[in-house]
């Protein structure tokens, strides 16, 4: 699924936190999460679970670039999520 279309600065490092609790079951919890960058100058780096929640760092990127980054995840539950969120390059 297509969480959205987002802005990333060249050269730039971007927190991003993605959160699941309203997907998840209450009694569920991510226990496994993919992060990958299709570009080859922009990398998804350090994913990090915090229960319902999942962080990533996005580094580089050129100007002008397009790109998506897929995301997996998996709960406790055994359901396993595929998303995607579409990036732009900016310049700096």
């Known amino acids: 699924m297509l969480l959205g279309s987002k802005r990333h600065t060249a050269t730039a490092t971007t927190r991003w936190l993605l959160d699941y609790s309203r997907w998840l079951d209450n009694t569920a919890t ?25 962080v990533f760092f996005l580094t580089g990127g050129e100007t002008g670039e397009t790109f998506v980054v897929s995301v997996i995840i998996t709960d406790s539950l055994g359901n396993i999520k595929p998303d995607t969120i579409a990036f732009t390059v900016l310049a700096p």
């Open 30 to 54: 991510i226990i496994d999460a993919t992060v990958a960058s299709s570009s080859p100058t922009c990398s998804a780096e350090n994913t990090t679970i915090l229960g319902k929640e999942v």
